[in-house]
Every structure is written in structure tokens, then in C-alpha cells.
């Protein structure tokens, strides 16, 4: 009978930062750009060049790590992590080992037995590498520096997390949090976080530790469950059959749903750590360390709470629209201007999230104007634009940022309430469906809907849908 066994992992998160420069240099760090565009003889590690401190880096990991419930060192400093691969210029890495930024932190998540604290063990600020480009008809591999020197926080978890969900609910706690704080856009598609998964598994009721391993390249969150789903599976059979789980570095195939060995797990003194010499110590005094505290955003939690209170949302539509910092953003602006919250939390619940879904989009990326969307809702409020209208304007709105009112005049979409107009449409209407008017006159109400749905038709969907009913009744 196969043993019971526990999951433990901790994570190892990297984020970009959304400064417009690299950590120790002037080069932009737009993402996309031709390969070794946005570099510098710093990026690369020119002998000679120099790295000067990107002081908004220090800010964005001081906002990181009080939201995160953390320490902060108020004397930290630099060191040189020395490894020896293609897409590291230098052939060190300017991370922090001994004096990190942050430290001692927790983010509370809601598993199904209840609120969870995952421990924060340290934040630190670190520089990216390049990244390696494998020609597969080649057979070679390209590197591009244009990455190397972007601004990373690397935020190391206690290992406290259990499950998948977990780990899930965690990372998209994180996720959330660094987006409000404006921090970065956490974009894992585009690389702007990862994380790595460190993995074990131990007997039911054991306390020691397990042998764990590191999974890397994971891109979504759908990688991560199945890779940690993989993983605990594959050390389950290990240790059932006998045999020792290996300390190692596994990469993650997500096509073939399986992960390989890429090398054995190093520790801090394979790195030979010690104190960049180039870079001074970060002094953060307390003046700093209160204004950012002072200029903290009002997080999901309490901004979803005012938005029951103050909105008289319910729970679940106040949960999804705080769900993204710029969709909070677009509600409020509309609310503001419409006087209509409840109508602006259906159009950006129901049509903006389709619209997102079918498009593939990331919430952060809308960008059309509250005060069109208010106007819309003001329109189809009025009966000027019929509630079918209304939502194809909208998708002109979310696409091109059109004015409604000008894009409902130039495209002859008002509602069609002339009642001379009307009558004649749904005269020819019962005349082209005289099978249903007549079901319609022995009583059967229910065919009301189809000609109704008839005369929207030939109005274009134009007509104002109640006064059609009361004509195709009044003419029946």
C-alpha cells in the first residue's frame, strides 16, 4: 500500500520592475526591442564600466516590502554572485546575499481551510541577465543583452505553502499587490515575473524536510500547477521504489508536460559571494522609509469592502472589479461621471471581461476613456440606443476609443421610436409571418417574442423594443 505524503514548497519570485531604466545604467527597458538594442557597456560588463544605483529601484522594493509586512534593513548593500553562463555578461550577477532589503515578511492568502500566512523569508534587489536564443536548425544559440540589467525584486518564501492552490492563491495575491503598488505589470507571458517552484515531499506527520528540488521556466499559472502536480508525483514513485530524490535543478517542459534534470542544485558558496566593490552601502532613512508608507495605495481587500459600502455593490461583482488595479480605475472614473455605479460595474463585469477573454487581453492593457463609457450608459439610459445597439458601440469603444454619441450620429444607430415608421415595419412583418400572427391571435402569447424579434430585424435592430411590442399587439 502506497505511503500518505505531504507537499511542502516554498517560491522564488522574480519580478521586473517598471522603472524606464536598467538598475545600473541609463538604457531603457522597454520589452520587444531588436536584440542588443538597449544596451550600454555597463549591460554587457564592459571592462572599465561603472554601475550607478537607479534610486525608483529602491522605492518600488521599499513599497514591495512594507506592503508585504516586512523589515526593511535600513543599512543594505550589494554583492557579486559569480557564475560562468553565455547570457551573463559579466560573468557575476549584482544581487544581494547578506544584507537584503527587505526581510521577515508575510502575505495572508484564503485557502479552503481559511486565511493562511506564507511567511516571506527576504526581498532583495538584483539585476536580470540576457537571455539565450536557440536556433534549433543551426544547432547553435544567440544571446540577447537587451534584458541584462533590468531591475529585478527576487522575494523568497518560508516554505509554507502545501498545495497547487496554494501556491496559486499566493502568487496571485502577489501579483495583485505589486500591480496596485504600480511596481511592475507582473506579466508572465512577457517574462516580467517568474517564479521557481522548490519542491519536496515527506511522509504524512514527519517535521523534517524532505530532499527538495528547483523547477524553472514556468510562464503561467497553468505551468506552475502542473509542473508542482508533476513533481510530487515523480518524487512519490522515487521514494516508494526506494530510491533517493536527487537536490537539482529541473526545467519544465509544458508541451510535454514533464520536466528535466538541467543541473545538480547549487549553494551560496558555489556562487563565492562578497560584497560588490563598485557599489556603495544603501543608507534608507526613516523620512524615506514614511513617505513611502504615506503614499501606499488603498489595496483589493479594503478598496472591494468601500465598494459594498459606498457603491452597494455585491461582494462577488466588488471582488471582480478590484481584481485588477485598472479596471478598479476605469468603475470609479465612470461611476463618477454617470452617477450610475451599478450600471458601470455590469458593463465592465459583463462586455469588458468577454471582450478581454475573446481577445486574449490583459486587464492592464485597456486604455479607453471612462467618459465614453459613461456616455454610453447615459445613451442606452435614455432609450437613444436600444440595449443590442449599445453593446456594439461598446465594442467600438473598447477597440478604437470612439465617442458614442458621435459614432451612434455618423452611423444612423438611434433607436427608432417614430410610431409611423414602425407601424409599417411591422405591418410587412405579420404580412411575411402570417403562420405565427395567426398562433399569436388563438392565444399562444409566447410567439409575441418571434415577431418582435422579426421587426428588430428589419429595423436594423433599431427599434425601440417595448414600443415595438405595444404596436405588433395593437395591429394583432
Known amino acids: 500500500m502506497r505511503k500518505q ?17 536598467k538598475i545600473f545604467c541609463s538604457c531603457p527597458t522597454t520589452f520587444g526591442g531588436a536584440p542588443n538594442t538597449h544596451t550600454c557597456p555597463v549591460c554587457t560588463g564592459m571592462p572599465g564600466a561603472l554601475p550607478v544605483l537607479n534610486r525608483q529601484v529602491v522605492e518600488y522594493a521599499l513599497a514591495v516590502g512594507l506592503a508585504a509586512n516586512c523589515g526593511i534593513n535600513q543599512y543594505c548593500r550589494f554583492d557579486r554572485k559569480n557564475y560562468f553562463y553565455p547570457d551573463n555578461p559579466q560573468n557575476y550577477q549584482i544581487s544581494q546575499l547578506y544584507l537584503p532589503i527587505c526581510h521577515d515578511g508575510y502575505i495572508e492568502i484564503e485557502t479552503a481551510g481559511g486565511p493562511k500566512k506564507i511567511r516571506i523569508h527576504e526581498i532583495h534587489m538584483e539585476e536580470d541577465a540576457g537571455k539565450l536564443i536557440h536556433d534549433e536548425w543551426e544547432d547553435s544559440s ?9 531591475p529585478l525584486l527576487e522575494i523568497v518564501s518560508e516554505p509554507d505553502m502545501r498545495s497547487a492552490d496554494e501556491v496559486i492563491a499566493y502568487l496571485e495575491k502577489l501579483r495583485r499587490m505589486i500591480q496596485y503598488l504600480g511596481a511592475s505589470d507582473c506579466k508572465l507571458q512577457e517574462g516580467s515575473m517568474r517564479a521557481d517552484v522548490n519542491l519536496s515531499i515527506r511522509e504524512a506527520g514527519e517535521t523534517a524536510f524532505g530532499t527538495r528540488t528547483e523547477m524553472k521556466n514556468l510562464n503561467s499559472f497553468k505551468a506552475i500547477r502542473r509542473a508542482i502536480e508533476n513533481e510530487q508525483e515523480r518524487q512519490a514513485e522515487l521514494l516508494e521504489a526506494g530510491k533517493p530524490v536527487i537536490q537539482e535543478t529541473r526545467r519544465w517542459d509544458d508541451n510535454k508536460e ?40 488603498e489595496f483589493q481587500e479594503e478598496k472591494a469592502q468601500r465598494y459594498v459600502r459606498d457603491y452597494h455593490l455585491s461582494e462577488y461583482d466588488a471582488g471582480l472589479l478590484t481584481e485588477s488595479r485598472n479596471i478598479a480605475r476605469l468603475f470609479e472614473e465612470t461611476a463618477a461621471l454617470c452617477k450610475k455605479p451599478k450600471k458601470a460595474a455590469n458593463w465592465l463585469i459583463g462586455e469588458t471581461l468577454r471582450l478581454l477573454r475573446e481577445k486574449n487581453m490583459d486587464p492592464e ?64 412583418v405579420i404580412e411575411e409571418n402570417a403562420d405565427a400572427a395567426e398562433q399569436y391571435r388563438q392565444g399562444k402569447g409566447k410567439i409575441l417574442g418571434f415577431l418582435i424579434g422579426q421587426l428588430m430585424r428589419e429595423t436594423k435592430g433599431q427599434a425601440n423594443p417595448s414600443l415595438a411590442g405595444e404596436i405588433l399587439k395593437k395591429l394583432l
Not at 6 to 19: P, Q, R, Y
Not at 142 to 150: A, E, I, K, Q, T
Open 142 to 150: 544567440l544571446v540577447d543583452f537587451n534584458r541584462s540589467g533590468v
Open 5 to 21: 505524503y505531504e507537499t511542502v514548497i516554498g517560491l522564488e519570485v522574480h519580478v521586473e520592475l517598471a522603472t524606464k531604466t
Open 365 to 428: 492593457d485597456l486604455d479607453f476613456s471612462p467618459a465614453h463609457l459613461a456616455a454610453l450608459i447615459d445613451l442606452a439610459d435614455s432609450g437613444a440606443v436600444n440595449n443590442q445597439v449599445a453593446k456594439r458601440v461598446f465594442e467600438q469603444i473598447f477597440e478604437e476609443d470612439v465617442d458614442p454619441e458621435i459614432y451612434v450620429e455618423e452611423h444612423g444607430l438611434k433607436t427608432v421610436s417614430d410610431t409611423g415608421a414602425l407601424e409599417a415595419a411591422a405591418r410587412k
Open 258 to 297: 514533464a520536466s528535466r534534470t538541467m543541473r545538480s542544485k547549487e549553494d551560496a558558496k558555489d556562487y563565492r559571494y562578497f560584497p560588490d566593490p563598485d557599489l556603495p552601502p544603501v543608507l534608507i532613512p526613516d523620512e524615506w522609509i514614511e513617505k513611502v508608507k504615506k503614499h501606499l495605495p
